[in-house]
């Protein structure tokens, strides 16, 4: 059954640590995505990925690190740099994010359940 | 700045009746939009989509309205059931630089009474 796995779904980080969140897909996307989501707003785009070894800032990205080493795997690291790291996190993905989409229609971003980080 | 605003923060109709979710966008560049449902502890799912170059899109229960003169777009869901308690988000797509940028509204939570 293809999909995102995200973990855990469940974090919690002790005040000046980093920690990684997990994010698999099987679905042979080539983009994925981290987006935060707080209580009243949207999501916000954290990172995103076109392509392996290939990642660029979304809107918030300060405080946060990725890679991408492998086409399946798009790890999120909330670093203590992060001020307010508190949030539920999303990962997604996308079959492609090129020009083509313009012709072909849009296609829908597929999310993961979220992991949700609290600090101690 | 929020480009893409969903002003009911929340909304609860009657089993049977019609559900509608609104949103407003300010960019009048933005080329698709899609709505996602999102149930709680999970992640989003896609919904539906329209092209901006379109009025009207239809699947099953689910109609996304879209009138670009305001900026203004509409989820209908006829008939609401229970299983469609959720929240939805509205979502605008442009393309910027060879990458479709998405911008998320703030959610509305939908709640169908039995």
């Known amino acids: 059954d293809g999909g995102i796995t995200q973990s855990p779904k469940y974090l919690f980080r002790k005040e000046g640590q980093n920690v990684t969140l997990s994010c698999e897909q099987n679905?042979?996307?080539?983009?994925m995505y981290w987006y935060r989501q707080d209580p009243g707003q949207g999501l916000r785009l954290i990172y995103y990925s076109q392509i392996v070894n290939d990642f660029q800032k979304g809107d918030i990205a300060e405080g946060y690190s990725v890679s991408r080493e492998k086409k399946e795997s798009f790890p999120l690291t909330v670093t203590s740099a992060q001020k307010n790291p508190t949030a539920f996190y999303l990962c997604?993905?996308?079959?492609?994010?090129?020009?083509?989409?313009?012709?072909?229609?849009?296609?829908?971003?597929?999310f993961g359940d979220g992991t949700r980080l609290s600090i101690l | 700045d929020q480009q893409v605003k969903q002003n009911s923060p929340s909304l609860s109709v009657q089993e049977g009746r019609i559900s509608i979710l609104n949103c407003d966008y300010t960019n009048s560049m933005f080329d698709y939009f899609l709505w996602y449902k999102k149930y709680p502890a999970e992640g989003p799912t896609f919904l539906i989509s329209i092209s901006s170059i379109k009025d009207k899109n239809e699947d099953g229960r689910f109609t996304v309205f879209l009138n670009k003169s305001a900026k203004h777009l509409s989820l209908h869901i006829v008939p609401s059931q229970p299983g469609d308690s959720a929240v939805y988000f509205c979502?605008?797509?442009?393309?910027?630089?060879?990458?479709?940028?998405?911008?998320f509204g703030t959610g509305t939570k939908l709640q169908v009474i039995p």
């Open positions: 997604a993905s996308r079959i492609r994010d090129t020009l083509g989409q313009a012709v072909t229609g849009v296609q829908p971003q597929h």
């Open positions: 679905l042979n996307h080539d983009a």
């Open positions: 979502a605008a797509s442009l393309n910027s630089g060879g990458y479709q940028k998405v911008t």
